[in-house]
T-cell receptor
């Protein structure tokens, strides 16, 4: 069990640029989740996948955000035209099935200048 | 709507002293409850979880939590803290839709030598 991995761990970008983050879940896990965490707060749900299907998106996920999980394995989260308010820690988690324990990756910390 | 409240933003305890971190939830049915710990620069690590059964749950690192339905609480306890326990602790509940975690704002634990 190699755990959930995320890449990159840190990203600094200028406002208006596009960024893409990658998450590799635990290999047999069907569910993959994206959360966002700002300083001093708990994580906030963004979206989740059951295998390759994206089943729910939070209202927090504006049109500038898109997530994919093309083969039901790794997932990418892209933010287009980044804004300073996008600065946060982006967390990925996976679980075997619905309702089961979610295991988290180390996160990608994004700073938009 | 479900919610989780962690009333204490910071708690300071002396090394070797006992610890109790409070968590209150709002949820109509029997909740699935979790405690996670987050150390600086690290991802969220699961300490323990409650799904059903015995209301006193044992976790890793010597932590335990007790589910009290009458008080809508799931407080985390440790009889004797170590300096390495300094971190931020998050309580979470699985939402009605049974896919996302709903989080408290976290409690930062500071250990005095």
């Amino acid at each position: 069990d190699t755990g959930v991995s995320q890449d990159p761990r840190h990203k600094i970008t200028k406002r208006g640029q596009n960024v893409t983050f990658r998450c590799d879940p635990i290999s047999e896990h069907n569910r993959l989740y994206w959360y966002r965490q700002t300083l001093g707060q708990g994580p906030e749900f963004l979206t989740y996948f059951q295998n390759e299907a994206q089943l729910e998106k939070s209202r927090l996920l504006s049109d500038r955000f898109s997530a994919e999980r093309p083969k039901g394995s790794f997932s990418t989260l892209e933010i287009q035209r980044t804004e300073q308010g996008d600065s946060a820690m982006y967390l990925c988690a996976s679980s075997l099935n619905q309702g089961e324990t979610q295991y988290f990756g180390p996160g990608t910390r994004l700073l938009v200048l | 709507a479900q919610s989780v409240t962690q009333p204490d933003i910071h708690i300071t305890v002396s090394e070797g002293a006992s610890l109790e971190l409070r968590c209150n939830y709002s949820y109509g049915a029997t909740p699935y409850l979790f405690w996670y710990v987050q150390s600086p620069g690290q991802g969220l690590q699961l300490l323990l979880k409650y799904f059903s059964g015995d209301t006193l749950v044992q976790g890793i690192k010597g932590f335990e939590a007790e589910f009290k339905r009458s008080q809508s609480s799931f407080n985390l306890r440790k009889p004797s803290v170590h300096w390495s326990d300094a971190a931020e602790y998050f309580c979470a509940v699985v939402g009605d839709s049974n896919y996302q975690l709903i989080w408290g704002a976290g409690t930062k634990l500071i250990i005095k030598p």
